[in-house]
Nanobody, 115 residues
Framework: QVQLVESGGGLVQPGGSLRLSCVASGSIFSLYGVGWYRQAPGKQRELVAA???????NYVDFVKGRFTISRDNAKNTAYLQMNSLKPEDTAVYYC?????????WGQGTQVTVSS
């Protein structure tokens, strides 16, 4: 099993930056892919970015050029660097870790982009 804890969310002005962290425990983190998702009130949860256990990265179009996903297996941590934030980026951001047989979710961290 894997436990995930997100942190780094908060209130930021449009154009600002935040760095989200996802710390994993309970298993071999390097064997899991990691995805960052977000969910705004009244909307479906959506994928933001993902990085596989082999390092392949995908971004959705609305964050390309602004967000960067990375991981540090020695620290059992994945990151989402978010730059040039927009009000429409406001959501709860969740970390997901997956293997071939199971996946796990963190509790989420709130990101609010507002002036």
């Amino acid at each position: 099993q894997v436990q995930l804890v997100e942190s780094g969310g908060g209130l930021v002005q449009p154009g600002g930056s935040l760095r989200l962290s996802c710390v994993a425990s309970g298993s071999i983190f390097s064997l899991y892919g990691v995805g960052w998702y977000r969910q705004a009130p009244g909307k479906q949860r959506e994928l933001v970015a993902a990085i596989t256990s082999s390092g392949r990265i995908n971004y959705v179009d609305f964050v390309k050029g602004r967000f960067t996903i990375s991981r540090d297996n020695a620290k059992n941590t994945a990151y989402l660097q978010m730059n040039s934030l927009k009000p429409e980026d406001t959501a709860v951001y969740y970390c997901n870790a997956w293997s071939g047989i199971s996946d796990y979710w963190g509790q989420g961290t709130q990101v609010t982009v507002s002036s």
